[in-house]
């Protein structure tokens, strides 16, 4: 493969991620520790990249990290009722939402959220780029 091409294969299976995360928050598993779950899954994921992955470093974890938002979002839309159900300290937050059905609030707040953790993703593949060598 081109040391300049993007390895989509290590994309696609980092961004595994945030179903995995999407799953947990869905079944009530995250409520308290989910910024530890996903500094742990940046760590991961930059280590990786940074072993696996020659060139486009900030791409692979800026992608990775929207798909992360996309893919979780997507789970907890899917999921809605199970999610609001096993996470009841969220009920009124999404209650405040009167734009649009709370449902599908995820669908939106997922691919901005997964720009910005892309962004610091991106950011953080680069430093363990230069750390791994």
């Not at 791409?59 to 096993?86: E, K, P, R």
């Amino acid at each position: 493969m081109r040391t300049d091409a993007m390895n989509w294969m290590i994309v696609s299976i980092l961004s595994c991620c945030g179903l995995l995360m999407g799953a947990l928050a869905v079944n009530g598993y995250t409520q308290k520790i989910e910024p530890f779950l996903w500094l742990l899954f940046a760590v991961v994921t930059a280590l990786v990249v940074a072993r696996n992955v020659e060139g486009k470093i900030f791409l692979h974890g800026l992608y990775i990290g929207i798909l992360w938002g996309v893919l979780n979002g997507l789970s907890q839309c899917a999921f809605f009722d199970s999610y609001i159900a096993n996470n009841p300290s969220l009920k009124e937050n999404f209650d405040k939402v009167t734009f649009m059905p709370a449902r599908f609030f995820p669908l939106l707040t997922g691919p901005v959220i997964g720009v910005a953790v892309g962004v610091a993703l991106g950011g953080i593949c680069l430093v363990a780029k230069k750390m791994v060598g």
